[in-house]
C-alpha cells in the first residue's frame, strides 16, 4: 500500500511512524458533509436519548443493522424507559432477545441489570462520560464510548471493524490497535464525536467495505485516499460472525425458550425437546446439556437441583 501525505519515516527508537493529510479540516469537512447530505436512517440515529442508544449498541453486537430496526422499536415499545425496564420480569427480557434472535442471553440480563443501576443508583439518570458508563453491568469501553457519543456528543473516538478498515486503506494507519486508535483521534473534530462517529461508520458500512464501492458510493475521502490512488484494497482480516444454525448460541436460546414453556424439565426430557440427534450417552447427550446448562447457570439464566434421591437433575428458568 502506498503511504500517506506526509510520507512515513522511522523514529528515532526505530518504530515506524505514520502521518495523516496535512489538510485535515478538509478531509473532516468532506466527510460530515458527505454523511449529513446522505446515510442510511436508522431510527437509533435520530435521537440523543441514552437508554434508546445503549439498547440499539447492545442489540447490534451479534445482529445486522436492518434486523435490529424491529427489534429495536419492539423493544422500546414495551420497555419505553429504563424506569420500565428495571420493573420487567427478567425472563420476559431474555425471552424477548430469544425471540429476536439477538445473540448471547446474558446481554438481555446484562441490560436489565444495568437498567436497575440508572434507576437506584444514578437516580434515573444516565452517567455521560465513557469512564462512567462502564460502571453499568455488561457496558465495556466501546459500548461505553459510542453511548457517550452518541447521546451526551461526549466521547472519544469509535473504532469498529469499519473505521480500521477505512483508516488502513485511506492513510496507510499500520494494523496494530494503538495506532488505529490514536490515528481516529487525531481525525475526529473536537466536540463532534456524535456526528463523527456516525460518519466514518457509515463510510466504513457502505463505502469502504471489503470490496470498495468508491465511485458508487462518492466517496468522499477518494482525493486523499492511499488505497484509491494504488488499486491496493487490501485491509486487515475482518472476523466473520460464526454461523447461528446449530451454534452453542442457537441452543442457549432453545434452553431458555422451552424452560419459559415448561418451566422446568429433566434434563434427558430437555435434551429431547432442544435437538432431535441428542442421546443421553452421546456426542450430544448429557455431558454436553450439562456443560450448556452450566453455563447458563453461571449466567444466572437457569438453575440445576437435583430431582431425586438418585440424583437426576432438572433444570428451572431463573425469575
Known amino acids: 500500500m502506498s503511504e500517506s501525505d506526509g510520507d512515513a519515516d522511522t523514529d528515532a527508537d526505530g518504530t515506524d511512524a505514520w502521518h495523516l493529510p496535512?489538510?485535515?479540516?478538509?478531509?473532516?469537512?468532506?466527510?460530515?458533509?458527505?454523511?449529513?447530505?446522505?446515510?442510511?436512517?436508522?431510527?437509533?440515529?435520530?435521537?440523543?436519548?441514552?437508554?434508546?442508544?445503549?439498547?440499539?449498541?447492545?442489540?447490534?453486537?451479534?445482529?445486522?443493522?436492518?434486523?435490529v430496526v424491529e427489534a429495536w422499536e419492539a423493544f422500546l415499545e414495551r420497555w419505553p424507559t429504563t424506569a420500565a425496564l428495571a420493573d420487567a420480569d427478567r425472563a420476559d427480557v431474555v425471552g424477548f432477545w430469544t425471540d429476536h434472535s439477538l445473540g448471547y442471553n446474558n446481554r438481555a440480563k446484562y441490560l436489565h441489570e444495568a437498567a436497575g443501576q440508572v434507576e437506584t443508583e444514578y437516580d434515573g439518570e444516565f452517567p455521560t462520560t465513557p469512564d462512567e458508563l462502564q460502571e453499568l453491568m455488561g457496558v465495556g469501553p466501546y459500548t461505553a464510548n459510542a453511548v457517550a457519543s452518541f447521546a451526551f456528543?461526549?466521547?472519544?473516538?469509535?473504532?469498529?471493524?469499519?473505521?480500521?478498515?477505512?483508516?488502513?486503506?485511506?492513510?496507510?494507519?499500520?494494523?496494530?490497535?494503538?495506532?488505529?486508535?490514536?490515528?481516529?483521534?487525531?481525525?475526529?473534530?473536537?466536540?463532534?464525536?456524535?456526528?463523527?462517529?456516525?460518519?466514518?461508520?457509515?463510510?466504513?458500512?457502505?463505502?469502504?467495505?471489503q470490496t470498495p464501492r468508491c465511485d458508487e458510493?462518492?466517496?468522499p475521502w477518494r482525493e486523499w485516499c492511499d488505497a484509491y490512488a494504488s488499486g491496493d484494497f487490501t485491509a486487515p482480516d475482518v472476523p466473520t460472525q460464526p454461523s447461528f444454525e446449530g451454534s452453542r448460541r442457537q441452543f442457549r436460546g432453545r434452553v431458555i425458550g422451552t424452560l419459559r414453556e415448561y418451566d422446568e424439565l429433566e434434563l434427558d426430557t430437555l435434551g429431547h425437546r432442544i435437538r432431535v440427534d441428542y442421546t443421553p450417552d452421546g456426542e450430544y447427550g448429557r455431558?454436553?446439556?450439562?456443560?450448556?446448562?452450566?453455563?447458563?447457570?453461571?449466567d444466572g439464566?437457569?438453575?440445576?437441583?437435583?430431582?431425586?434421591?438418585?440424583?437426576?437433575?432438572?433444570?428451572?428458568?431463573?425469575?
Open 153 to 209: 456528543n461526549n466521547g472519544d473516538a469509535v473504532v469498529d471493524t469499519n473505521v480500521k478498515r477505512v483508516t488502513y486503506r485511506a492513510f496507510s494507519i499500520p494494523d496494530d490497535d494503538a495506532a488505529f486508535e490514536a490515528a481516529a483521534n487525531d481525525l475526529m473534530p473536537a466536540g463532534r464525536s456524535r456526528v463523527w462517529n456516525n460518519a466514518i461508520m457509515e463510510l466504513g458500512g457502505v463505502a469502504c467495505t
Open 217 to 219: 458510493i462518492g466517496c
Open 287 to 298: 455431558e454436553w446439556l450439562e456443560g450448556l446448562l452450566g453455563d447458563l447457570e453461571d
Open 22 to 67: 496535512d489538510d485535515l479540516e478538509a478531509v473532516r469537512t468532506a466527510l460530515i458533509e458527505w454523511y449529513e447530505n446522505d446515510h442510511r436512517d436508522f431510527p437509533w440515529r435520530r435521537t440523543d436519548d441514552p437508554y434508546e442508544i445503549l439498547v440499539s449498541e447492545v442489540m447490534s453486537q451479534q445482529t445486522q443493522l436492518d434486523r
Open 301 to 319: 439464566l437457569v438453575t440445576l437441583e437435583d430431582a431425586d434421591a438418585d440424583g437426576d437433575l432438572v433444570a428451572r428458568l431463573q425469575r
